[in-house]
Each structure stands twice: as structure tokens, then as C-alpha cells.
């Protein structure tokens, strides 16, 4: 990798796992005193830049997160995954970078790729953080004008689209689509359909019960996407769940980030006995 400052990004395009793919690595600043670092599963179709908003609020821990097959600028893939795959691809990156243990987070769809991660793979996960997500099929469903335009990839290519559809889709105030649309990088279709086909069928449900990393699920309460329903269930499954609503609709943790940042520190900043104190 090429040396960069401090706080940009380290990109890099590897076989990792079988695949290749386009990771990032954002160093934590200088002087910051060591601290886990944070693995971050993004949305669907979405690319890196799209949350890099969110890694310059969080500057004082590591922060690594990666392109799936055939978004942003990791090539497409040849067959068909599911979400074991990837996790286990995610532990062999974890591997090359040097890694071990890390807190986990991850928002909409990336939110059950963390789910899947934390239950495959719990000796490498400290905390966990599911933001405007779901147990998966079993989900409680959006408001169908919103979950039509999701399904659809126009949203990717199309800027004018994003923008005229931007509060119907995610419930957020259109001040923030341009800046949302400036960052896209249109994923593949093939990326596209295989990352919605590879949760089909697939549900936490089961499993949630016998996670036991202390778990932090925020929701939007103007989400048309994922309702706060699907957080409830999620806290209510997961022994060690606490839930936390913020304004804001599905992507309140880039736009309400200034309230959604200095909970997301708290969370992991906080003693077992306080996690439990407030989780009561």
C-alpha cells in the first residue's frame, strides 16, 4: 500500500479468500491510545466512499470495511455466495491485515452480513453495533413505495433518480442526497443481484439467541425502509441487545451523524457493568 495521512484511506484491490476485492483501512489518528478496531459491513450496492463520512467521525480507532463482489471497485463475482462465504472471506482479510479481535458493525443489509459474522466467527468480535437492520426474512417489511425503489439499482446509476426518490427511500431529508449521490459508485448488475440474492432465504432468528457479544442496535424513526419493529426483535433476541431510536430515517448514521457518533463511542466505551446497568 501506498503511505497516505492519517486519516485518508488505505485502498487496496487483493485475492483474499478465494475472491478479489477492494478493502479499505483507515488508521486511527496520531496519539490515539490503542483500541479495537472497528470492522464495518456496508449496505447493499453500496461502496466504500459511501461511509467514509462516518470513519472521520470515528478518527481514534482503526477502521476497515470492503467493496463486495461487483460494487465499488471489487470486481464481479463469477457464482452465486451466501453470507457464510463472506464471512469467512472477511476473517481471512482480517488475517492478511493482522487483526484479531474486532468490534463489529454493520447498517442495512451489512447489518445482517455482521450478524452472520459475530454468530460464525464469535473469538474475533468484542462488540457489535446493527444499525437500520433486520433478522432477515422474518423482517417486519417497509412501506412498499420505499421498498420497490430499493429493490431497484437505478437508484445507483441514476443521480436524478436518487435525488427525486431520496426521502421516500430512505426517510431523510433531501439536504442530504447530493452529498449521497456525489459518493456513489454504480455497483455491477450482476453485484447487484447476486448481493440481493444471497440473503434470500436467510434469517438470524435462530442463532440470535446464543450470541453473547454485548450488542448495540440503533434504529431510524422515520425509517420507511427497515421499522423500528425489526430492532425491537433483534434487541429482544440477542441476551445481551440494548436499543437505541434515533431521529432520522434508514441512513441516519451518516445523516445524523453528530447524534449518532457519541452513542456509537459510549457504547463501546462502556464497562460490562454499565452495558448491563442500562441494558436492564
Not at 497516505?4 to 488508521?27: M, Q
Not at 486511527?28 to 459491513?41: C, L, N, V, Y
Amino acid at each position: 500500500m501506498t503511505e497516505t495521512s492519517a486519516r485518508t484511506p488505505k485502498l487496496e484491490i487483493e485475492r483474499i479468500g478465494g475472491r478479489e476485492i477492494r478493502y479499505a483501512v483507515w488508521k486511527a489518528k496520531a496519539g490515539s491510545k490503542p483500541q479495537r478496531p472497528i470492522f464495518f459491513f456496508n449496505g447493499i450496492g453500496a461502496n466504500i466512499e459511501l461511509m467514509a463520512p462516518l470513519a472521520e467521525w470515528i478518527d481514534d480507532r482503526d477502521i476497515i470495511t470492503f467493496d463486495m463482489p461487483g460494487v465499488g471497485g471489487s470486481p464481479p463475482p463469477r457464482l452465486p455466495y451466501r453470507p457464510w462465504m463472506i464471512a469467512r472471506m472477511t476473517m481471512r482479510l482480517l488475517d492478511h491485515l493482522g487483526y484479531d479481535k474486532v468490534d463489529v458493525m454493520g447498517v442495512s443489509w451489512g447489518g445482517g452480513m455482521a450478524q452472520q459474522f459475530a454468530f460464525q466467527h464469535p473469538s474475533r468480535v468484542g462488540k457489535l453495533i446493527l444499525a437500520a437492520t433486520s433478522p432477515g426474512m422474518l423482517m417486519v417489511p417497509g412501506e412498499i413505495s420505499a421498498l420497490s425503489k430499493m429493490a431497484n439499482p437505478r437508484r445507483y446509476f441514476d443521480t436524478q433518480f436518487m435525488k427525486d426518490n431520496f426521502r421516500t427511500l430512505y426517510g431523510d431529508e433531501e439536504s442530504s442526497a447530493s452529498s449521497h449521490a456525489d459518493r456513489i459508485s454504480p455497483p455491477t448488475r450482476v453485484g447487484y443481484a447476486y448481493q440481493l440474492g444471497a440473503m434470500m432465504g436467510w434469517t438470524s432468528v435462530p442463532f440470535l439467541p446464543l450470541m453473547r457479544q454485548k450488542t448495540l442496535v440503533m434504529m431510524g424513526a422515520d425509517d420507511r425502509i427497515v421499522p423500528v419493529v425489526n430492532g425491537k426483535i433483534l434487541a429482544s433476541l440477542i441476551p445481551r441487545g440494548r436499543l437505541e431510536i434515533v431521529a432520522g430515517g434508514h441512513l441516519f448514521l451518516v445523516s445524523r451523524a453528530s447524534d449518532c457518533v457519541p452513542l456509537i463511542k459510549a457504547f463501546l466505551a462502556e464497562s460490562d457493568a454499565d452495558f448491563e446497568a442500562r441494558a436492564a
